[in-house]
C-alpha cells in the first residue's frame, strides 16, 4: 500500500510561485499514475493536473493550463506541480493521489480512480 507525502505548500503572494512535491513509497515509483488535486473551503475536491506512469502523457485543468506544470522523476521517486503565477483563488489544500496497476500512458482525473492520497498541504495565495 502506498504511503504518499506532500510538501513545498505555503504562503505566496499574487503573481508567485511555488513548487508542490509527492513522494509515494511502497511499490516502486513507476509504477504509479499520479494526480494532484486541491479543496477549496467550501468547495469540492478537483483534479488540477496528472501525469501518466511514463511521465509521456500528462494533464492540466484548462484554468491551470499555461500556469501549472506537472512532471515526475523516476530517479528521485518524486512527482512534481510547479505553480506560476498564482492567483488568490488557487488557496486551498492541495493533496497528491496515487494508483497503481495502470497502463504506462493511462492520465487518470477523477476522485474515485486514485486508491491513495496523501494528507495534503495547504496553499494561501493573498492578494
Known amino acids: 500500500q502506498a504511503q504518499l507525502v506532500e510538501s513545498g505548500g505555503g504562503l505566496v503572494q499574487a503573481g508567485g510561485s511555488l513548487r508542490l512535491s509527492c513522494a509515494p513509497s511502497g511499490r516502486t515509483f513507476s509504477s504509479y499514475a499520479i494526480g494532484w488535486f486541491r479543496q477549496a473551503p467550501g468547495k469540492e475536491r478537483e483534479c488540477v493536473a496528472a501525469?501518466?506512469?511514463?511521465?509521456?502523457?500528462?494533464y492540466a485543468a484548462t484554468s491551470m493550463k499555461g500556469r501549472f506544470t506537472i512532471s515526475r522523476d523516476n530517479a528521485k521517486n518524486t512527482v512534481y506541480l510547479q505553480m506560476n503565477s498564482l492567483k488568490p483563488e488557487d488557496t486551498a489544500v492541495y493533496y497528491c493521489?496515487?494508483?497503481?496497476?495502470?497502463?504506462?500512458?493511462?492520465?487518470?482525473?477523477?476522485?474515485?480512480?486514485?486508491?491513495?492520497w496523501g494528507q495534503g498541504t495547504q496553499v494561501t495565495v493573498s492578494s
Open positions: 501525469i501518466s506512469r511514463s511521465g509521456s502523457r500528462t
Open positions: 493521489a496515487a494508483r497503481d496497476n495502470i497502463g504506462q500512458t493511462i492520465v487518470l482525473v477523477t476522485i474515485g480512480q486514485y486508491d491513495y
